[in-house]
Protein backbone atom coordinates (compact mmCIF):
# COMPACT_ATOMS: atom_id res chain seq x y z
CA UNK A 1 0.00 0.00 0.00
CA UNK A 2 1.42 3.18 -1.07
CA UNK A 3 1.92 5.68 1.52
CA UNK A 4 3.30 9.77 1.82
CA UNK A 5 3.03 11.29 5.43
CA UNK A 6 4.04 14.98 5.38
CA UNK A 7 5.55 16.45 8.59
CA UNK A 8 7.45 19.45 9.30
CA UNK A 9 5.17 21.91 9.08
CA UNK A 10 4.40 25.21 11.44
CA UNK A 11 4.93 28.80 12.71
CA UNK A 12 7.78 30.23 11.27
CA UNK A 13 8.41 34.41 10.74
CA UNK A 14 9.61 35.59 7.37
CA UNK A 15 13.08 35.32 6.53
CA UNK A 16 13.05 31.84 8.47
CA UNK A 17 13.42 28.13 7.56
CA UNK A 18 11.45 24.73 7.85
CA UNK A 19 12.44 21.37 6.64
CA UNK A 20 9.39 19.11 5.69
CA UNK A 21 9.72 15.67 4.91
CA UNK A 22 7.62 13.17 2.91
CA UNK A 23 8.20 9.66 4.35
CA UNK A 24 6.92 7.39 1.84
CA UNK A 25 6.41 3.18 2.00
CA UNK A 26 4.74 0.98 -0.09
CA UNK A 27 7.05 1.96 -3.85
CA UNK A 28 10.53 2.61 -3.48
CA UNK A 29 12.09 6.18 -4.51
CA UNK A 30 14.58 4.50 -7.13
CA UNK A 31 11.21 3.71 -9.41
CA UNK A 32 8.99 6.73 -8.37
CA UNK A 33 9.55 10.41 -8.67
CA UNK A 34 8.35 12.43 -5.83
CA UNK A 35 7.28 16.08 -6.31
CA UNK A 36 6.05 18.60 -3.92
CA UNK A 37 2.82 20.81 -3.93
CA UNK A 38 0.87 23.97 -1.90
CA UNK A 39 -2.13 25.20 -1.80
CA UNK A 40 -3.44 28.57 0.11
CA UNK A 41 -6.69 29.03 0.75
CA UNK A 42 -8.51 30.27 -2.29
CA UNK A 43 -5.98 29.44 -4.46
CA UNK A 44 -5.20 26.61 -6.70
CA UNK A 45 -2.54 24.06 -6.02
CA UNK A 46 0.78 24.14 -6.97
CA UNK A 47 3.50 22.25 -8.07
CA UNK A 48 6.64 23.47 -6.41
CA UNK A 49 9.19 20.96 -6.72
CA UNK A 50 10.03 17.50 -8.34
CA UNK A 51 12.76 15.32 -7.77
CA UNK A 52 13.33 12.01 -9.97
CA UNK A 53 13.91 8.85 -9.62
CA UNK A 54 17.55 8.11 -10.90
CA UNK A 55 19.69 6.29 -8.07
CA UNK A 56 22.81 8.19 -8.66
CA UNK A 57 22.14 11.88 -9.93
CA UNK A 58 18.33 12.87 -9.40
CA UNK A 59 16.95 15.27 -11.63
CA UNK A 60 15.69 18.02 -9.82
CA UNK A 61 12.79 20.86 -10.61
CA UNK A 62 11.69 24.42 -8.83
CA UNK A 63 8.94 26.43 -10.12
CA UNK A 64 10.47 29.86 -9.98
CA UNK A 65 8.58 30.99 -7.00
CA UNK A 66 10.80 28.86 -4.97
CA UNK A 67 14.32 28.68 -6.81
CA UNK A 68 16.85 29.88 -5.23
CA UNK A 69 15.22 29.61 -1.61
CA UNK A 70 13.89 26.02 -1.25
CA UNK A 71 15.47 22.68 -1.97
CA UNK A 72 14.39 19.03 -2.67
CA UNK A 73 16.47 16.00 -1.32
CA UNK A 74 15.97 12.25 -0.42
CA UNK A 75 17.32 9.96 2.37
CA UNK A 76 17.42 6.48 0.14
CA UNK A 77 17.76 4.58 3.23
CA UNK A 78 14.87 6.21 5.23
CA UNK A 79 12.43 6.19 2.19
CA UNK A 80 12.08 9.92 3.02
CA UNK A 81 12.42 12.87 0.23
CA UNK A 82 12.75 16.68 2.31
CA UNK A 83 12.22 19.81 1.14
CA UNK A 84 14.47 23.01 2.81
CA UNK A 85 12.45 26.13 2.51
CA UNK A 86 14.83 28.74 3.32
CA UNK A 87 14.06 32.95 3.25
CA UNK A 88 10.24 32.12 3.30
CA UNK A 89 7.86 34.51 3.09
CA UNK A 90 4.35 35.38 3.83
CA UNK A 91 3.30 34.40 0.46
CA UNK A 92 4.74 30.78 1.45
CA UNK A 93 1.99 30.05 3.96
CA UNK A 94 -0.23 26.95 2.49
CA UNK A 95 -1.02 23.33 3.34
CA UNK A 96 1.92 21.60 1.52
CA UNK A 97 1.70 17.96 0.23
CA UNK A 98 4.44 15.75 -1.54
CA UNK A 99 2.83 13.36 -4.32
CA UNK A 100 4.18 10.33 -6.48
CA UNK A 101 4.76 9.86 -9.71
CA UNK A 102 6.49 8.06 -12.44
CA UNK A 103 8.69 10.49 -13.88
CA UNK A 104 8.94 14.11 -13.63
CA UNK A 105 7.96 14.84 -16.97
CA UNK A 106 7.83 18.02 -18.81
CA UNK A 107 4.14 18.76 -16.87
CA UNK A 108 5.75 18.03 -13.44
CA UNK A 109 3.89 20.85 -11.41
CA UNK A 110 0.59 19.64 -12.95
CA UNK A 111 -1.16 17.52 -10.25
CA UNK A 112 -2.60 15.22 -12.36
CA UNK A 113 0.19 13.62 -13.35
CA UNK A 114 0.51 12.82 -9.57
CA UNK A 115 -0.73 9.01 -8.66
CA UNK A 116 -0.63 9.56 -4.63
CA UNK A 117 -0.75 11.86 -2.16
CA UNK A 118 0.25 12.57 1.33
CA UNK A 119 -2.39 14.77 3.84
CA UNK A 120 -0.38 17.83 3.97
CA UNK A 121 0.99 19.80 6.42
CA UNK A 122 0.61 23.30 7.52
CA UNK A 123 3.10 25.82 6.85
CA UNK A 124 2.37 29.62 8.00
CA UNK A 125 4.97 32.34 7.57
CA UNK A 126 4.26 35.47 9.98
CA UNK A 127 5.57 38.07 12.69
Known amino acids: QVQLVESGGGLVQPGGSLRLSCATS????????IGWFRQAPGKEREGISC??????????YYATSVRDRFTISRDRAKNTVYLQMNSLKPEDSAIYYC??????????????????WGQGTQVTVSS
Open 51 to 60: MSHNAGSPYT
Open 26 to 33: GFSLDDNA
Open 99 to 116: ATALVCGVGWYRDYEYDS
